[in-house]
């Protein structure tokens, strides 16, 4: 496939928190024309998080012809976008090791004064355990499976082997790509072979500088997460053997990662003083005038 060709199916990318999903959308959108481009966002009144219908419902009122104009469709948003689509269309998306993102959810949610639960965390001084029994946020169970299935009503603790089976079916028939956040370089090669983007080196975007070390949580908190989150697990481990095979596909596919990471080293002085510096200079700006 070309850049943004006229027949190219229009990329749908799902963008689930906390998985690498920043850096991944500034990479994509350099590879197709801003014309093309369109980056969906909750309303400002809308609850903070990606498990929501609204940037779909917000897409859906579109006029047909605008909604036929984009190639490359960016939100935190859950699965069914593409039934308003009115063009061949697919999605791609990353996961994230579930225990890992759920450590990250809670630094943000500790860390964050705009996370919608930044003050219950605080005023409560929550642990990680405390805000996993919460039920607070759905992002600590099995939020992936819930995305990729477009789920927006189960209760938190509700999920089922149906979803999960759902979640798998959905993966096989609507991504070309799930990429793995723990993989990333291997990700963005894989994007490569399929879709033909070229402008695929980075540096990362929106990394939390003082992450949370797993060796530091309780195991007892550790096997909560995997409790609460086991079909996400099960989705996460689903997801990385098909990625495996995938890219098994493609004979050539280390020597084109070597090739890729080589690039990128190369390139990466130039994106910290084009991207990172100047993006750290805003966040301090804005910070002393807030």
Known sequence: MGRASATAPTVIFMHLGKTGGATLRRIVRRNFPK?????????????????????????????EEERERFRFIVSHMMFGLHEFVPRASTYITLLRNPVSRAISGYKNALDSPGHRFHEVVVSRRMDLEDYLKSDLALEMDNSQMRAIVGDVVTPY????????????????????????????????????????????????????????????????????????NRFDIELYGY???????????VPTFDRDLAHFRRGNSLYRPWGTLSYTIPVRVRSRITRSTA
């Not at 966002?41 to 859906?60: D, K, Q, V």
């Not at 997801?239 to 596909?249: L, V, Y």
């Open 35 to 63: 014309s093309k481009v369109l980056a969906l966002r909750n309303p400002a009144s809308a609850p903070h998080g990606f498990l929501s219908t609204l940037p779909i419902e917000h897409f859906a009122e579109f006029s």
């Open 157 to 228: 603790g509700g999920c089922t082997t149906d979803m999960l089976e759902r979640a798998k079916r959905s993966i096989d028939e609507h991504f070309t790509v799930v990429g793995i956040s723990e993989r990333f370089d291997e990700t963005l090669v894989a994007l490569r072979h399929v879709f033909g983007w070229s402008k695929l080196y980075y540096v990362q975007a929106n990394v939390s500088p003082h992450k949370i070390p797993r060796s530091s949580i309780p195991p007892r908190t550790i096997a909560l997460i995997e409790e609460q």
């Open 239 to 249: 997801a990385t053997q098909k990625f495996d095979r995938q890219i098994g596909e």
